[in-house]
């Protein structure tokens, strides 16, 4: 069965088509370019993009993939959660989609397809429970998934996303944005000086902004010493690098704990950082096993959302409340 999905919830205008798991063709287009002088995504100029380019990452996929619009079974597009002038107009090219090729549509919820990217291309098998940890710009969730349709939030960021403060702090230093790419290739190997930073904690719940806040005052005050140089500036971001890992860490395995889950599955833009991927490894060795985005599918794609789409669909016969037959949304 084939099936095609478009994501359009923030800066990423992506389709991809898929062969039940197997991955023909996922083209993404950023506009991130256009929003780096402001330091964070612009919702206008992300929308614009989305319509400027959805056409074309459509057309382009088909060719990739060399199956024809005509040959599609199921047509998924994310619905929540993200920019909703972003969103309105991935789902609504979808919905039209799916209308002109009378074949069915999907909604799907992005931050849960970011939990199925490890089960792209039959890389491993879908079994439960397993608790699900989303990383991402705008989410710090955990999730205890005991089936696809309903994963139980257990835990979330209380203000700042995880993603959030990579891509603030970078830019209050002078990295540029987005910041999670830039901190992981220039500090993953730098060595950490402890300034005793602190992610806070209730439950499940983190919170960034506190240690966002801490690195800020932090320059601050070296700078009026005189005492900001390239040194300090690799032990701050380092130690912040170092700090996020461990609370996200400590924080799986006490759920991991407490729900008595051996299995982690983790997905979202941060869960490409080199530092994080290498800490949880080496927890493997307390008896937790992870699966792991790959870093190609680990940020906003389409290829998750069709694959998770279709197991919803052909798996557990879950047919969307936005289907166009009830009348859409
Ligand atoms: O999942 P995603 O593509 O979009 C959202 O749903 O938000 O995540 C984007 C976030 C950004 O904050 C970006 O800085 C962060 O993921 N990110 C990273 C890395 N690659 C992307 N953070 C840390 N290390 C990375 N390698
Ligand atoms: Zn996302």
Redesign the pocket.
Known sequence: MYTLGIET????TSCAILKDYRVLANITLSSLREHKKYGGVIPEIATRAHLKNIDKIVSTAEKKSGVSLKKINLITATYRP?LIGALVVGLNFAKALSLALRKPFLGVD??HA?LFAPFLNNKNTVTFPFLGV??????TDLYLVEDFSKPRLIGRTKDD????V??KI?VHYGLG?????V???LYQHACREDFNFKCGKSGFDLSFSGIKTALIYKKRDLEKENAFNHKAKIGLISSFQHTVAQAITKTIIEAADKYKISKVVI??????????RKMLKKKEDEGLSFLISP?EY????AAAVAGLGFYLYNTLGVRSRLNLEAGGS
């Open positions: 919830s923030c800066d990423e993200g992005h931050l970011h989303v990383i991402s710009g705008g989410h996303a995880c993603g959030e990579y891509d970078a944005y987005p910041g999670g790419p901190i992981d290739r997905g979202g833009g941060v869960a490409a950082n080199t530092y994080l870093k680990s940020g906003d794609n």
